[in-house]
């Protein structure tokens, strides 16, 4: 007989992982021990579901995969949640952890991620569309990770977007210039009009 299939029985649909994840470094370091060294491998790992949540974690193992399982395990305890408004981020943030600097910038529809390394992967992750970041400081990926997260946590929920803000104030000042120019017709056609009073008044005195 034919064996059932017991996903079909359990509806036959997998569930989809929550987060993605990526590796950002992963390295071999070695410990002096009194009998010797003892190697293992140390992995820097990044999450997120692209929807404003990201998280990290760095983990020792004594293979990759139990040291990336372990990092896995410590991202998704240290998650962060970035406000994120018309898919960039709220405003301008400089940040400075040991000797990394990490400067993000937001950016408009259609500019894409602008950034390298460690903070292109965590802005990915987090479902930021369009931005604009520099390292400024030391290459050191974990630095460089801990400085972008630093900086997510530190951006002001509730508030308007710089683009925001260009667009109302330019909005505003084409009003302005508007209301000035209908004004300034105003005024000329009310001093053409008393010009007109005044020669009607001359020709009907003569």
Known sequence: MAKRNNNKDRGGVKKEEEFEQRVVD???????MAGGKRMKFRACLAIGDKKGRVGF??????DVTAAITK????????????????E???HNVKVKFKSAKILL?????????????????????????????????SNNKINN??????AFKSFKRGTKSALE????NNELGKENRVQSVTSKKAEGKSFKDKIKGLISKKTENK
């Open 165 to 168: 803000i260009e667009v109302e």
């Open 71 to 86: 990092a896995f395990n410590k991202a998704k305890k240290n998650l962060v949640k970035v406000p994120i408004v018309n």
């Open 88 to 90: 960039t981020i709220p």
């Open 105 to 137: 910038k937001p950016a408009k529809k259609g500019t894409g991620v602008k950034a390298g390394g460690a903070v292109r992967i965590l802005c990915e992750l987090a479902g930021i569309a369009n931005i604009t970041a520099k390292i400024l400081g």
């Open 57 to 62: 974690g760095v983990a020792k193992g004594a």
């Open 26 to 32: 992963l390295a071999r370091v070695t410990r002096v």
């Open 145 to 150: 990770v801990k400085a972008t997260t630093i």
